[in-house]
Every structure is written in C-alpha cells, then in structure tokens.
C-alpha cells in the first residue's frame, strides 16, 4: 500500500477538541485531544478488512499482536468474516495471539514470542496475516518477519491500524494501514501506556498530566 491509500491525520486540524466527543470521565485530564474518533476507525476498519478479502487467494492465519493489537484484530477480524473474496467465496480464518517484545543488546537485535518453535512449525506453507496496532520505528516488525520466514509460511502480509511519522522510522510499511500519526504518544483503542487507556474508544494523544499521573 502507498501512503496515498491511507488516511493522513498527522498535521494540527486533524486534532478534535475534547468537549466534541464523550471521554470517559477518569480520564478527561489525561488526553490533550482526540486523533481518530471511534467511528472513524470502525469505518476504516471495514475498508481494510475489503482490501485484505479482495486480494486473499485462500485461508488465513491471521495472527493477533498482543496486547496492543487485540481490538484492532477483533474488529478486523469480525468485518473479514462478513466479507466474499472476487469469486464470492468467504474467506476461512484460524486465530492465533502473538506476545512480542523486542530486543537489542551489544551482539544483535531481534524478538522473542511468547509461542513455541514447535508451535511456528504450525506457519509452514500458509498465508499469515500480522495484525499490529502501531508501527513507529517499524524495528519490532521487521525482526518480528525476519523470524517468521524461519518457519516457512507461503506468504507474510502485516496490517497496521498506525503509522507514525517519526525521523527515527527504518523505512518499513506495512502491507495494509489504517492511518498515518504525527510523532506524538497515543493511547486508546487498545494502546497503552503502562496498561491504562486500553478502556477508551477513542485514539487520543496523551497530555503531559496523563504522562504523569500513570508513569511507573
Ligand atoms: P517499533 O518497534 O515500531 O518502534 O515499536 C512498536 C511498538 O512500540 C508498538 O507495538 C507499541 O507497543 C509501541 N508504541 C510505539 N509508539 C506508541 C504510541 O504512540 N502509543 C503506544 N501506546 N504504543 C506505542
């Protein structure tokens, strides 16, 4: 996918002022603004999930990210299984949940996960679909591929609801994006920050007092 394909929301207009949209009262103090309302993302959701159906030549692994990419991976999930391929023929899903963290030490980079190698040799010969929520520098992604081809899937395609517009991106792209972000910390929909804000709708930019309140 070209960055024409995917919705730009990193400039200043795109924020929405917090008196336009309910915000969960606990948390009123802690975002600045709000990025990408609920629905905006439910209908871009819908409109990825046709992309991913349109171009699936058979079954798909669909692996879930965790725990970023859970509610990202259930809505997408839900509007592919509504969805007929070209030929009018549903798309037949297995689910599978990945906990990836990442590392780098003085000798290499790389990632760990939380399924066995036994359970990888599972990939061999299929068509996975990764589901993340953000991609920043895109370093956790590109490892994250680099150990999945060790397993031999027939094909690897990555949809990331988030893009961010950082200097310190490698360059990646996902296959699939929802939308491009400035460089500023988000939470909602899933995000985190030290596990508060998964319980809000909304993407929403962090305030400097949210930053505070929940810092470990
Ligand atoms: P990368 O390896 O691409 O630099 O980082 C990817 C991971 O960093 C994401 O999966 C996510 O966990 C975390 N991350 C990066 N930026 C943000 C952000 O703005 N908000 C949240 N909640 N997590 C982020």
């Excluded at 992309?51 to 809505?75: R, S």
């Excluded at 798309?91 to 990945?98: G, H, M, T, V």
């Excluded at 929403?204 to 007092?209: F, G, L, M």
């Amino acid at each position: 996918m070209d960055s024409s394909q995917w919705i730009d929301v990193t400039t200043e207009k795109n924020h929405y002022s917090l008196d336009h949209f309910v915000i969960p009262t606990h948390y009123e103090q802690d975002v600045s603004s709000i990025l990408i309302p609920h629905g905006v993302i439910m209908d871009r959701v819908n409109k990825l999930a046709r992309l991913i159906v349109e171009e699936a030549t058979g079954p798909l692994v669909v692996c879930c990210i965790l725990k970023g990419g859970h509610q990202y991976f259930a809505d997408l999930v839900n509007a592919v299984k509504k969805l007929t391929n070209k030929d009018g023929k549903t798309i037949p899903l297995s689910l599978e949940f990945i906990r990836v963290k990442s590392y780098k030490n003085d000798k290499s980079e790389g990632v760990t996960m939380s399924i066995t190698d036994e359970e990888c040799n599972e990939f061999n010969g299929k068509n996975l679909l990764i589901v993340e929520d953000i991609i920043d520098t895109g370093a956790t992604m590109v490892q994250l591929l680099k150990k999945l081809e060790t397993f031999s899937p027939k094909s690897v395609k990555v949809t990331s609801l988030l893009v961010k517009k950082t200097p310190k991106s490698n360059g990646y792209i996902p296959d699939y994006v929802g939308f491009s972000i400035p460089d500023e910390f988000v939470v909602g929909y899933a995000l985190d920050y030290n596990e508060y804000f998964r319980d809000l709708d909304h993407i929403c930019v962090i305030s400097e007092h949210g930053k505070k309140v929940y810092a470990v």
